[in-house]
Structure formats: C-alpha cells, structure tokens
C-alpha cells in the first residue's frame, strides 16, 4: 500500500515537471483541447489516487498505533496481575508465620491459671478450700487484699514443691508448677497460718 502510495505521489510530481518543461519550451502549448482533457484527467487520477492512498495509509496506521497501545495496556495488565500474584504468596506466608506460634504454645502442653484470694480482714483461710486444675503447668495466683502478709505455696507427698512470695495490700503470690494427675495441697507458708486452716486441696486430672 505505501509503495503505491510513493508510485502515484512520485508520478505526479515527475508528470507536472515534464508538462511544465514542456510547456515553457513549446509555443502554443496545449495543441489541442483533446490533449488539455487528456492531460487533466491523468493528473485527476493521480492526484484522486494520491489522495485516497493518503487517506488509506493514514488508517492503517492509526490502527497500527491502536493496535500497539492495545497491546502495551495488555502488557501492563498482565504485568501488574503477576506482580499481585507474587505478593499473595507473600501475605500468605506471613499468615502461616503467624498461625506457628499458636499451635506451638497448644503443643506445649496446657497451662492451666487458678485464681485465688482471702478475706479482706486478714482471716486465717483461703476463699476456697478445693481447686480443681487439668495435668501440665499449674499456676496459682494468690491476691491477697489485706494487711496481714499471707502467700501461696504447693506441697506434694509432704514436700513443698513450689512457694510463692509473702505479700499484702492487694499484690499477688503466685507459683507455677508441672503436676501430674493427683490430689495436692495449695497452703500458706507463713508460721501458723497453715495450722490455723489456711490451706486446701487442688485436684489435678
Ligand atoms: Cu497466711
């Protein structure tokens, strides 16, 4: 298509040269009116040629640029579409990092977290003489809210195996121990407040 185009904007232009050359050197130059009409309808042609391989060339290559713009958005469209996906797996990943530390703690055995206290005036005792908790890491933590110093401790088969810290005004003692399945004794630690009754049992299943 191009080339005919350059065929036709060529021949009119070498035409108009060698019909003006003739005309400067030749007097009386058309001859005849037939020639004119002749010479008219060549150059019409030419130049109606011309022009619509113009108008057709400028088409295609609008289509041409369409077709390239169309394919560069593509491009982009799928270069963003992997981009994304690479950032999935990513995201995924940071999903599975989080879940790990969780089924590490559940794989760790249950901890088990027994709340205690006692009277605010200082009473000799416990508020709870029983408690019950699941094999594995036992905690007990003892609020003491009065002024008498108190703490919690865990004796098994006549032995202490854990003591707390003598506390008052509302801190907390507390102990944490591993125990197997059998019946213990939570108890306070501080001369005659044991004897007195504060103590109790704690059930391990
Ligand atoms: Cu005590």
Redesign the pocket.
Same mark, same amino acid.
């Given at each position: 298509m191009s080339d005919l185009f350059y065929v036709f904007g060529i021949a009119v232009v070498v035409l108009a040269l060698v019909v003006t050359a003739i005309g400067l050197r030749a007097h009386g130059f058309p001859k005849s009116r037939g020639a004119v009409l002749a010479g008219l309808t060549v150059f019409t042609l030419l130049v109606a040629g011309t022009c619509t391989y113009a108008v057709v060339l400028a088409r295609e290559e609008k289509e041409h640029r369409e077709h390239e713009w169309a394919e560069w958005r593509e491009q982009q469209a799928e270069e963003q579409e992997s981009a994304e996906q690479a950032a999935e797996p990513e995201a995924a990943a940071d999903e599975g990092g989080a879940e790990e530390p969780e089924g590490g703690e559940a794989a760790g055995g249950e901890a088990e977290t027994i709340e205690l206290t006692?009277p605010e005036d200082g009473s000799?005792v416990f508020d709870t003489d029983t408690v019950e908790a699941a094999a594995g890491t036992i905690t007990i933590d003892y609020t003491n809210p009065s002024p %008498?110093? #108190?703490?919690v401790a865990i004796e098994a088969d006549g032995e202490t195996v854990a003591e707390g810290d003598v506390v008052t005004g509302g801190d907390v003692s507390s102990v944490s121990v591993d125990l197997e399945p059998g019946t213990y004794v939570f108890y306070?630690s %501080?001369p005659g #407040?044991r004897e007195a009754g504060?103590e109790g049992q704690l059930k391990v299943k």
């Open positions: 006692s000799l %008498v110093p #108190h703490n306070c %501080v #407040h504060m």
